[in-house]
């Protein structure tokens, strides 16, 4: 099994998405070998209250299985424990933010009270680093990734929070796999000739997660790393679903 | 087969990375690599001295692995004119060189270009040229695609192919798309959903190569995005084989 723990469904305003409904998100990801993803609502990114955002993600993907909602969260809002509350209620896998495009830092208050309450939730964070190559984004919309340093001080001070970094680019993935030991990475926008295996080289493989990004991305292109890598089997399924599974727990079973 | 029309080789490592990109691209598929050079190895305004050492890399390669590469000269257009024309005759000498490859040392609507684009018509060779639509800001004299456009506009014998569709964008496909002389290379960042289908129905598959500016970029990676694109497999095949062999000369 392949578990996609980066994908998205909606619209963005700078890019026209294929697949713009749940069946034909999954189908498109089913065509590339992709059996399960986590996906969270495109709006959600730049809406400064994602939570309209969630509850037509949670419609749009209730009939489809291989597509599990991942609200994204803006603790800088103050109705967010409750919505948690809620969320964790209905068995979401995990929460995502985006502190670059919801404008708080994660060595704030708010990002701190969202750590614990995770916790206690036994909830993992998805931390969305970027959305976008910097160099290519709008110039009315330019907006930096989430420094590495933030978030490793972030996972030290809440050692218990399972998180998971998204598209971090290569020398950020090292980083952040090998700074914490509960920092998990994806592999969307990591890229160097050779990609898995240099970056196995690098980090533990159970730190390693499947992601594609898609619709922002080609999701073959996410697949590509790991067909060519040449792993053996018990490192291939590590990246496949494994570590995925380990980071997620029961939460994956509906 | 495929070919590849964006690889850099590197001076630190003459013959382990070529050794690498041809184990790496052979199970793909890729069985011809276009040699840029190792062009930022020495920054963005290498010297002259600099500018020999890269070609004198590429030309090895050439030497080494004549079935598995063809190479384009590096060249800074702010050199003395003299000294460009005798490294371009230099590098041209060499039966699988095929053209130039110019980076960001000068901006392309500089008029120091115009007599290495003279020699390349009178030769009937391509031009590779670097290119970008940067939200972080230029480096050098860079170029975007608009100066592309204006150097293709002054110069309509010469096939330019210009590097890097996906940061271009879809202003950059426009600004080369009247340019019937301009290719624009699939390589560049990260593997945007949806840009192959753009540049394929604005300019059509015969405008577009494939390239993965590799050893940077991932070779499946880029090639990923061509293979995951929704497109006919007769246009797949133009971007992945066909129009670069007519490019380089080489049989279909």
Not at chain 2, 134 to 147: F, I, L, Q
Request: net charge neutral.
């Amino acid at each position: 099994m392949l578990i996609d723990v980066n994908c998205w469904l909606g619209s963005w305003p700078f890019q026209r998405f294929a697949a713009g409904t749940a069946p034909a998100l999954a189908r498109r990801l089913q065509a590339e070998g992709i059996d399960l993803a986590l996906v969270s609502p495109a709006e959600g990114i730049l809406r400064p209250d994602p939570q309209d955002d969630n509850e037509a993600l949670f419609r749009a993907v209730a009939r489809t299985p291989a597509l599990r909602p991942v609200p994204v969260l803006n603790p800088s809002l103050p109705g967010w424990p409750e919505q948690l509350r809620r969320w964790a209620a209905r068995r979401i896998p995990a929460v995502r933010v985006l502190p670059n495009y919801h404008l708080y830092d994660l060595d704030g208050p708010a990002a701190a009270a969202l750590a614990a309450a995770l916790v206690e939730l036994d909830l993992p964070l998805l931390v969305q680093l970027r959305v976008e190559d910097e160099r290519s984004q709008h110039p009315l919309l330019r907006v930096a990734g989430v420094p590495v340093e933030t978030v490793l001080a972030y996972a030290q001070r809440h050692p218990a929070l399972r998180l998971a970094c998204l598209c971090p680019y290569f020398g950020e993935a090292v980083a952040l796999a090998t700074g914490a030991a509960n920092v998990w990475v994806d592999l969307a926008f990591a890229e160097t000739l050779d990609t898995v295996v240099s970056l196995l080289a690098r980090v533990p493989a159970e730190r390693l997660l499947f992601g594609s990004h898609t619709p922002f991305l080609y999701p073959r292109a996410a697949c590509a790393k790991l067909e060519r890598a040449g792993l053996p089997p018990d490192a291939m399924e590590a990246l496949r679903s494994g570590n995925a599974r380990r980071l997620l727990g029961e939460l994956l079973r509906r | 087969m495929i070919v590849d029309f964006h690889v850099h080789p590197r001076l630190d490592e003459p013959v382990e990375t070529p050794r690498r990109l041809l184990a790496l691209g052979a199970p793909l598929g890729i069985e011809l690599m276009l040699l840029l050079g190792d062009v930022l190895r020495f920054g963005y305004q290498p010297d002259e001295g600099q500018i020999q050492q890269i070609n004198d890399d590429t030309l090895a390669a050439l030497d080494r692995w004549p079935q598995a590469f063809r190479g384009l000269c590096h060249v800074n257009p702010g050199h003395d004119p003299a000294f460009v024309r005798a490294e371009i005759e230099r590098c041209l000498a060499h039966p699988l060189m095929r053209g130039v490859k110019l980076e960001v040392s000068v901006n392309a609507r500089d008029a120091r270009l115009d007599p290495i684009m003279a020699e390349l018509q009178r030769r009937g060779r391509i031009l590779l040229h670097h290119a970008w639509y940067k939200t972080t800001g230029r480096v050098a004299e860079e170029s975007t695609p608009a100066d592309i456009a204006a150097l293709a506009r002054r110069w309509p014998a010469v096939r330019i192919v210009m590097a890097h569709l996906t940061p271009a964008g879809p202003r950059g496909v426009q600004d080369v798309r009247p340019h019937a002389n301009v290719w624009v290379d699939t390589s560049g960042a990260q593997p945007v959903a949806g840009m192959v289908e753009y540049g394929v129905r604005e300019l059509g598959a015969e405008r577009l190569v494939f390239g993965s500016d590799a050893p940077g970029r991932d070779l499946a990676v880029q090639l990923a995005r061509v293979l995951g694109a929704d497109l006919t497999e007769a246009q797949r095949q133009l971007i992945l084989r066909e129009n670069a062999l007519r490019l380089l000369g080489e049989p279909c």
